[in-house]
């Protein structure tokens, strides 16, 4: 067997007996820094493995929301109507996809940017509307009203129709031999002086424009029904009546009036018409936009190429007066990607406090055309998008966010005005990771504080100690 003496000889720690050790005044103070310092540098990485660190790489996209991006937007236009708002997305690849409606919604606003009413259905598609072109009718069938002569003949007649025109209007000359024809119809089956119950009229937007104004008309022709009593006003010029979309030839306009005169009785020509109407003609009327201002909000989803999110007025079956466009907005909101909950951002800042500051940097901001620079002003807006990803320490995807920067300008332009999202997405992601220390690099810091700061103190009390000694003998020396 081994001996206890043999064990003892390998003891690295030998003992010095106390009567061989002294106290001094200098270990003393040197002992209480040392311990101080452990203390502090304890600290200090105690906070160190507590805290969080991240280390950051840039690598290629590899995306695991797919091939395809998320546009998020709410945008409004104080004079663009709901009734021509279309929302468009082209891009490098040939994509090109027009007024996009199954993820969009809009709302009409008064000029504080408000919503006046519910959700604005844009109805049926407008490039199916049939034309009387085989119709020939030279004569003036139709009223011209006036800004003098229009709330006489809402207030005389229940139902007055107007189409809105513009005599340079290809579509409005489209509709006129029909609709001329079919007013002339109308007088004769409703006599004005005897029936009185409905009445076909007209207005030249470009000779009556703050009539046409006043009921927020932005595209031409369009056939406005009012109902005598239901149209209602109030300081910012809401209104209430329909639009009429359905077929401009001849025979269908007939057969629209002819409906909308069946519930009124004769005798009751002055009383106004209460809801009633035909549901065969539902899909051709729809309320009319009560202001002249849209909310457009919702998403769009596009690829991951260069492409555009234009915003404008569109119709297959209207003209527009490009030079009164006025394509100003307000951005609530515009974001890439999927939305990201306030509680999500604020544990990501916690972690890294530079990300999340451009990701909706369009946000609250205005673009408005003060007619500085004329008419026709297009609004662009080019961004450039990156992708960053954080990864936390157990390896588990904490957020993926796109970023973007803004550039934007007011371009005169000769076609209709629009507002222009132009965005092109870098190949590049950021991937943020975040990186814990472990507990065994934190425990062998400590053994090395511990023993570096206790083995320094020793030494530094040795030679201490010594030069005080020495000190001494060479001053008992000279009293000798």
């Known amino acids: 067997m081994i001996s206890t003496g043999k064990i003892k000889s390998v003891d690295f720690y030998r003992k010095i007996p106390r009567d061989l050790t002294e106290a001094s005044l200098s270990g ?5 820094i040392a311990a101080l310092a452990m203390m502090f540098l304890f600290g200090m990485e105690l906070n160190s493995y507590l805290a969080f660190s991240t280390s950051t790489s840039v690598i290629v996209d590899k995306s695991s929301d797919g091939d395809f991006l998320r546009i998020g937007f709410n945008i409004s236009f104080p004079a663009l109507s709901c009734e021509f708002a279309s929302v468009d997305v082209s891009d490098v690849l040939g994509t090109n996809r027009l007024n996009i409606t199954k993820t969009i919604r809009k709302f009409s606003i008064g000029p504080d940017l408000k919503p006046t009413g519910s959700e604005f259905h844009s109805g049926p598609a407008l490039h199916d509307i049939k034309h009387g072109d085989g119709d020939e009718y030279a004569g003036d069938g139709s009223v011209s009203l006036t800004a003098r002569t229009f709330e006489k003949f809402t207030h005389q007649h229940p139902i007055l129709v ?10 409005s000359n489209r509709l006129k031999p029909s609709w001329e024809k079919a007013a002339k119809i109308i007088r004769e089956r409703y006599d004005p002086e005897i029936d009185g119950r409905i009445l076909l009229a007209k207005v030249d937007c470009t000779e009556e424009g703050d009539l046409c104004k006043r009921n927020h008309i932005q595209g031409y022709p369009s056939i406005r029904i009012f109902r ?19 077929d401009r030839d001849t025979d269908s306009l007939v057969k629209t009036m002819e409906t909308l005169v069946a519930p009124i009785p004769v005798e009751a020509q002055k009383l106004a018409l209460e809801g009633k109407s035909d549901n065969g003609t539902d899909n051709a009327k729809r309320p009319a936009p009560l202001t002249g201002g849209c909310r457009i909000e919702g998403y769009v989803r596009v690829k991951k ?11 297959g079956a209207h003209s527009f007066d490009a030079s009164q466009m006025n394509m100003s907005h307000v951005i609530s909101h515009f974001s890439f990607g999927r939305m990201i909950t306030p509680k999500v951002m604020s544990d990501v800042k916690r972690l890294v406090p530079y990300l999340g500051g451009s990701h909706d940097r369009l ?6 055309n003060h007619r500085d620079l004329g008419a026709n002003v297009t609004i662009e807006h080019y961004l450039q998008i990156v992708k960053s990803e954080v990864i936390t320490g157990r390896n588990h995807k904490l957020i993926e966010e796109y970023e973007y920067t803004a550039h934007s300008s007011l371009v005169q332009s ?5 507002a222009k999202f132009h965005f092109e997405l870098s190949p590049m992601q950021v991937l943020i990771t975040e990186n814990r220390k472990s507990f065994s690099h934190f425990i062998t810091n400590m053994c ?17 100690h010594n030069t005080i000694r020495m000190m001494r003998k060479v001053e008992l020396g000279k009293n000798f």
């Open 305 to 315: 190429v260069p492409g555009n999110l234009v915003i404008s007025a569109h119709s």
């Open 363 to 368: 946000n609250g901001r205005s673009f408005i």
């Open 414 to 418: 000769l076609q209709v005005p629009v």
């Open 162 to 171: 107007v189409n809105f025109y513009a005599p340079w209007c290809y579509w």
């Open 448 to 464: 090395a504080i511990i023993g570096g700061v206790f083995t320094v103190a020793g030494i530094v009390d040795s030679i201490l």
């Open 28 to 32: 003393a103070g040197l002992s209480i």
């Open 228 to 246: 005598k009593g239901s149209d209602v006003r109030d300081d910012h010029g809401h209104h209430d009546h329909e639009s009429y979309y359905g």
